[in-house]
């Protein structure tokens, strides 16, 4: 690895060099230096999907192959995706990263900017003039109710899904 990294304490942040020529850092733990820095060539910041991500390029028969460091941190399985738990993208530290299914790594999507109420699976229905609760389950989208109250209609919302979503994190 050729980037530059600076210990503090027991993480590494490693400095990754941007397309503009500015600077960003990933933090790994220290345990996994060696992995990072046994690639050849350096790890860059590319943004891909509305985050940063850590990647390395490399050219093998004339073709460039592409290595995100939160997969090699987590030696994950073709068919797998990790999943950053905290949303933050750059943060490839171990208790920030979990290997998951597509589906369990969907139900840990950050709430959208649009979201009234401020908790996941609660709108407003305007016709109504009340919180309704909705959960996408397998595919489908489950009702769960009207409520007067946003604190009932949150808490329907988040007891749902600790029960049907092995995968939500509160």
């Not at 503090?8 to 230096?33: N, Q, Y």
């Not at 987590?74 to 943060?91: F, K, Q, R, S, Y």
């Amino acid at each position: 690895m050729k980037n530059r990294f600076e210990i503090r304490g027991d993480k590494v942040a490693i400095f990754l060099d941007r397309k503009d020529g500015s600077v960003m850092e990933t933090m790994i733990d220290i345990e996994d230096l060696n992995k990072a820095q046994g690639i050849t060539g350096k790890w860059f910041a590319r943004f891909s999907c509305n985050n940063f991500y850590a990647i390395n390029l490399s050219s093998k028969k004339g073709k460039v192959e592409t290595l995100r460091l939160h997969r090699l941190l987590t030696n994950c399985a073709e068919g797998m995706e990790v999943d950053h738990i905290n949303h933050d993208t750059l943060n490839n530290t171990r208790e920030n990263l979990r290997v998951v299914t597509h589906i369990v790594n969907m139900q840990n999507l950050p709430m959208r900017n649009s979201n009234k109420s401020g908790h996941r699976g609660v709108s407003w229905n305007e016709e109504r003039g009340k919180w309704r609760v909705t959960l996408r389950l397998d595919g489908k989208k489950k009702y769960l109710g009207r409520y007067s109250d946003l604190a009932q209609a949150c808490q329907i919302a988040h007891q749902a899904m600790l029960d049907s979503m092995p995968g939500y994190i509160p």
